[in-house]
């Protein structure tokens, strides 16, 4: 469609204008635009074989207690790799209790989950497998088993680690799909051509009226960071911004305690958040033991936010809208009663208008990337 409309510019405008009107769409290529470059590990370097090996193994169900869970059931790359749920489903519809975030560009965050327990896509991807409330099963020896008894599987983790079956282990499975998901990044949004390219009608007026907000009076940027040169919107860091913590402020001391108690006995964290509703409260404390992180979530990245409702680690705000009326109000809950004691500094009333607010919605989904741009190019209002 683009090229169809250059095609039209270029037959119907000066040659003077064609070279302008051309710039933008050469970097349209360029899936990557406002992105830095993708980390490798040095340990696991990207191969064809490879990355297609991740493709397989990220959805194939045999890795599932009852052969239904694939991690693709949650990561769908239809809904831009999330459920599209509040929070996710696994084998014989058991529920978890957090919010599926998107695989897309998850291969910039410096560590993984809303609470980070993981440092990297490898560690991740053991956990799913099992998650008593994931895929579901007992222990990793069970997704070798089935590689080990699957002649296709064997032939390819051979070519690609040049691993024998008796010496494949969990981390070639979770290097390979990490791999996968080192190519699911997605830049060159409305957004980087404004800000990366100087392409001043990528953005409706309305978006850079936004824009203004995000930057200026609502201090968004300061947790969704942008950079000289790109921008992931997110300081990678833990923030306590009001969300969820109503439901266990009242019972905070007693929680921290006893969860403090199951964890040094061996609990498994990984476990015990996703399926226990107010231990996964906590936030960022399960992982650090340290109480001014309770109730602390990564800021999440805002690319392609448009197509990843509901928001927030438990899916609990249903549109752009609800969050941006939690963030004006300064992170207090929905009957406007201050509960929280952990609350971050940087979560204040915004004293924004109304109209304000939709130009700080209309701002996100300029963060939409082309590729992935559910709707026609817009148009400048
Ligand atoms: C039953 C649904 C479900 C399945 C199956 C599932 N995930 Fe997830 N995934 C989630 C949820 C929910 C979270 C957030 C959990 C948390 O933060 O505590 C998550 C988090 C992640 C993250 C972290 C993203 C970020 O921004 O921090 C990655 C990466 C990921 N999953 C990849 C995978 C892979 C790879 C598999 C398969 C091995 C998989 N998932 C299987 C639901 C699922
Ligand atoms: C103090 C740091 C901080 C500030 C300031 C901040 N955010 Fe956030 N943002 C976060 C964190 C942390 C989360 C996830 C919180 C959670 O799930 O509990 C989040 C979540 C979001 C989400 C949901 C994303 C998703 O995938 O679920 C949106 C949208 C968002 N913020 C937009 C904004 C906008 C717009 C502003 C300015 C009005 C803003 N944020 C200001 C840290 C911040």
Known sequence: MRHALLLTLMLTVPPAYTLADDAPTTTETN???????????????????????????????????????????CHDEKKTFTDALPVSVGHNGLTGTRNAPTVLNAAFNPSQFWDGREADLEGQAKQPLVNPVEHGLSDHKQVLEIIRTDPDYLATFQNVFDVSAKNLTIDHVAQAIASFERTLVAGNSPFDRYYFNSQKDALTAAQVRGFELFTGQGRCVSCHTIEQDHALFSDGRF???????NQIQQDVPRLAQAFLEVKNKGGDVDVLVLTDKKSSELGRFAVTDDLSQIGAFKTPTLRNVELTAPYMHDGSLLTLKEVMVHYNNGGVDKAGEKVNDFLSGGIRPLNLTDPQLDDLVDFMKALTSSKLSSKPAQTAN
């Open 31 to 73: 899936n990557l635009l406002g992105l830095p470059p993708v980390p490798i590990p040095a340990n696991n370097p990207q191969t064809p074989a490879k990355i297609a090996l991740g493709d397989k193994l990220f959805h194939d169900k045999r890795f599932s207690v009852d052969g239904t869970v694939s991690c693709a059931n």
């Open 239 to 245: 923030h306590n911004i009001g969300v969820g913590i």
